[in-house]
């Protein structure tokens, strides 16, 4: 089993910045943190989830959703087993909670929801206007 904890939400006016973290605790069987392609996502309120980011387990293939390019960076510590979420020029649209999640399967960073395996609980961000 893996364990996902999220942290560093919180309220920030527009413009700030926040970096989120997500920690990684026990495994599964033959792999490891290091092997795990990461994901972020998030979710507003009364939409669906999508995807932020995600990063290879070597972070040499990174993807991002279009409306964050250019203002978030993903990265990953593999002797910490954290990932990462730099936030930056963050926008009213941005307010989710934000969840991390692991695909221990596949080695290129994925999209969609169900390439990945475990998820976290979540940790909020509000943008204030």
């Known amino acids: 089993q893996v364990q996902l904890v999220e942290s560093g939400g919180g309220l920030v006016q527009a413009g700030g910045s926040l970096r989120l973290s997500c920690a990684a605790s026990?495994?599964?069987?033959?792999?490891?943190?290091?092997?795990?392609?990461m994901g972020w996502f998030r979710q507003a309120p009364g939409k669906e989830r999508e995807f932020v980011a995600a990063?290879?387990?070597?972070?040499?293939?990174?993807a991002y959703e279009e409306s964050v390019k250019g203002r978030f960076t993903i990265s990953r510590d593999n002797a910490k087993n954290t990932v990462y979420l730099q936030m930056n020029s963050l926008k009213p649209e941005d307010t989710a909670v934000y969840y991390c999640?692991?695909?221990?399967?596949?080695?290129?960073?994925?999209?969609?929801?169900?390439?990945?395996?475990?998820w976290g609980q979540g940790t909020q961000v509000t943008v204030s206007s």
């Open positions: 026990g495994r599964s069987p033959g792999r490891t943190f290091s092997t795990y392609v």
């Open positions: 999640a692991a695909d221990l399967t596949r080695g290129q960073p994925g999209r969609r929801e169900p390439l990945y395996d475990y």
């Open positions: 990063i290879s387990w070597s972070g040499g293939s990174i």
